[in-house]
């Protein structure tokens, strides 16, 4: 049988995805474009493709999750890997082993791709540095979460046809949220208006810098928007009261229609989930099925990370010719 055809060159030319930040618009067009072929081949009876045979991915969460991991986990499967889940709350990491000792732990069984999430901002990048496999950041702390941002920006473009001039309002927990951080980051990268609403307690003093505009009133932060972006409260990351009470944050700041109406007519509303319902949205608005695409982003997320994998599997035959 003559051998195999080599693989396509990747799309992608790093070893780890740690974030969106720095990543050009050509590349992330080219992982939207890659992503397209796995929404098409996940509505397939045979979901199955053999680029991770042989492979071993193993997913390590230091966070709860339930869209990021077990899509990641069905990513790898579908992709032919060994995938195994780390239960991080049943590990050594109970018993007081280090980030990095856990992570020289798993290196020295050689997997391909580790996927980790992490309380803490860069500490997935820091373990990427001492590991011989590709890392994807599945969220480090209040820094980054780059396939959340792929996955948004792919449900967006395929609904819009496009990603460039449209008004994106992110509007929330903006200073906790690493969905925030990536998805700024990606939108202005590829050309979008981006809009942070939010009262001041809750947006970061350096988001101005990044070139996104500041509003602390909804009506006024989602006029004429395409995209409504919104983001839970990070409790889990708040120190002392950040906001006087949920209902009267849900009076100013939580999605309803009477607020939404200042957006387009046919604005998208989207939640990288989980949501919490009469807090930042009202089920009137998430459940609307003309307009919300929240259940399109958990589809889109599979697909976005059967991409991601590919990607920096192809890589690891090559690793001398990508950079970090
Ligand atoms: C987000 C996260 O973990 O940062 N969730 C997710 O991955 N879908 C957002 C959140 O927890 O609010």
Redesign the pocket.
């Known amino acids: 049988m003559p051998d195999p055809a080599p693989p396509a060159p990747s799309p992608y030319p790093h070893r780890h995805l740690l974030g969106i930040e720095g990543l050009s618009a050509q590349t992330i067009a080219g992982l939207l474009d890659l992503s397209e072929t796995y929404v098409e081949l996940s509505r397939q009876v045979d979901k199955k493709r053999a680029v991770m045979r042989g492979r071993t991915q193993i997913n390590l969460f230091f966070?709860t999750?339930?869209?990021?991991s077990t899509s990641f986990e069905l990513a790898g499967k579908r992709l032919g890997a060994d995938v195994i889940n780390m239960a991080v709350a049943r590990s050594a990491v109970q018993k007081g082993e280090t980030l990095l000792d856990t992570a020289l732990t798993l290196n020295a069984m050689h997997p391909d791709v580790l996927v980790v999430?992490h309380g803490d901002s860069g500490a997935v990048e820091l373990l990427s540095q001492k590991v011989d496999c590709a890392v994807i950041n599945?969220?480090d702390g209040a820094h980054e979460?780059p396939t959340?941002a792929l996955l948004d920006a792919l449900t967006i473009r395929r609904r819009l046809g496009r990603l460039d001039n449209l008004i994106v309002a992110i509007c929330g927990?903006i200073l906790h949220?690493?969905?925030a951080r990536s998805n700024i980051h990606l939108l202005l990268a590829t050309g979008a208006q981006v809009r942070v609403v939010a009262p001041p307690t809750l947006i970061p003093k350096f988001v101005d810098r990044l070139g996104v505009s500041v509003f602390h009133d909804m009506r006024e932060g989602l006029r004429d928007a395409d995209i409504v972006m919104m983001?839970?409260l990070?409790t889990e990351r708040m120190q002392g009261g950040f906001v006087p009470s949920l209902r009267e944050y849900f009076h100013f700041w939580g999605l309803d229609q009477a607020k939404l109406e200042a957006a387009k007519p046919n604005a998208l509303i989207m939640h990288?989930?989980?949501m919490n319902r009469g807090v930042e949205i009202d089920s009137v608005v998430a459940d609307d099925i003309n307009r919300s695409v929240i259940r399109e982003q958990v589809e889109m997320?599979v697909a976005v990370r059967m991409a991601c994998l590919d990607v920096l599997t192809r890589n690891l035959q090559d690793v001398g010719g990508v950079s970090p």
């Open positions: 966070e999750s339930t869209r990021t999430r599945a969220g979460h959340q927990d949220s690493r969905v983001l839970r990070q990288p989930g989980p997320g």
